[in-house]
């Protein structure tokens, strides 16, 4: 039973970021109908980005020496005598990098804003009105110039970025066995949720929000109520990118820099698909559901059955409810 | 307060409309008339700003609106309804019909957050005008708060009429208001049209192939037939001009 909450916790964890992602597929596809198959890439520019102003720039010569490691006296004196795995070190050690990790959150939100917007307005913007399907295949096109791109830009070897909260590990007792997790990883899933629940208040409660839920079930209707389409485009597509830049920063935390993060865009897409495409709630069951089914079969059938298992079950669920857990009946398939 | 000057419009080789001219007079109702074809949804598509005519320009209150937005057309007061039912049918009534007033509430979210009165104060206005204005006038109280799904077609129009009704419209567009409507739905929904011409003087257009519809509420018509304009005037005189009668019914010897 006690294994059973660890790996629970771990897989609702994963979930988190899982819907963290979703969240700005489906709001594109929500306020656009396009399925955006390149949305991993931009996770993956939002995971550069970061890296980019959390380690790069600190890095600089020219750069202040605080922003690198931020050490006050007051702090290297209370440093001094403690132990390696001591909770209060983890949290000393995540002050000195607090400054380049907000560098580097502020840096990668603003950057992956623009790249977002700059997608809508040249490549997005002057197909709209045509099939959807041709901006889905543009987005397909994006993925190989956005891969691409980063490899020119980026041509470092992946190198260790900070977290961005304490990783200090956290242990306590739960049905008799003792659960151990990291705190880093638990600040995450909170981030996760709360940025997730926010958008999801955001769409349903404001007047910004009902523009989009408008667009979303008829463009032409919306565009003669006064609602601005091409504005509800490039608010869609901003989401997108901050919510993915956020989950490019946690992303590469977890799993290290390289292009292939860009492949996580997929697995979640199945995700977004098994949940229906346009449900909020709906990918928000199906996101905890994957991330929650990997952990366990880690468990019981070992790492290689984790990355087939869930999607079987994505396949099965898509069996029985061609739309997704929750999505509308009209929505198209793809 | 609606005028419509040489308007040329084409697809590829298709000219849906050639050289349009006519003027739909303030608090009057004028009808658009043609056969199948004629060009009557395109002229109506160019007048709300979904297509961009390739000569020709648009004057809303002596206004040029030509190069201007759907959206931004419908901040000056020009509303529309659709041939095929565009509602949002994820919606009820009432939200529907709200969402007509959605331009017009002007508080952001921040001012919202700010001020939380005026932003409460501006929505309870909107939603009793909306009551009085939309909802009592075209007797959909009873129904107000059902999902547009459940409704039978005739009532769906009228739900479509009032979404538009909420914008505060000027201008009022229908295109084809009693398509596929018996003979009872008909006439409640001509009482209807001319009931807002009466109360709120709004100048309506509409596309309809209801002919006795047509005749007995426009005051002015104007024919259509392969995007040119054939006629223009009084029913009366529409009806007895040899054109028309040739469009409508083959050459007659």
Known sequence: MGQFAQFAINGLMSGAIYALIAVGIVSVYKATKVVNFAHGYLIMFGAYFYYTFAVIVPGQPWAPEWLASWQPDWMVEMKGDLGMFSPLGAVLDWLANLPRILLGLLGAVLANAVVGRIIERTLMRPLMGQSVFAMIMVTVGLISIMSGGAQLIWTADADFVPHIAPNTPIRFELFGTMIFLFGADLVNMVIALLLFGGIVAFVRFTKGGIAIRATAEDQSTAYSMGISVPQVFRRAWVLASVTGAIAGAILATRNGISPSLGLFGFSVLAIVLMGGLDSYVGVFIAAMTVGVLEAMTQWQLGGNWAEIVPYVAVLVVLIWRPHGLMGQKEVERI | MLKIENLHLSFGGIKALQGVNFEARKGEITGVIGPNGAGKTSLFNAISGFYTPDQGRVYFEGRDITDLSPDKRAALGLARTFQNIALFRGMTVLDNIKLGGHSRLKTNVWQALRYFGAAQKEELELRREIEERVIDFLEIDHIRKYPITMLPYGLQKRVELGRALAMRPKVLLLDEPVAGMNREETADMARFILDVQEQFGTTILL???????????????????????????????????PDVIEAYLGATA
């Open chain 2, 207 to 241: 596309v309809e192939h209801d002919m006795h519809m047509v005749m007995d509420i426009c005051s002015h018509i104007v024919v259509l037939n392969f995007g040119q304009q054939i006629a223009s005037g009084t029913p009366v005189e529409v009806s007895k001009n």
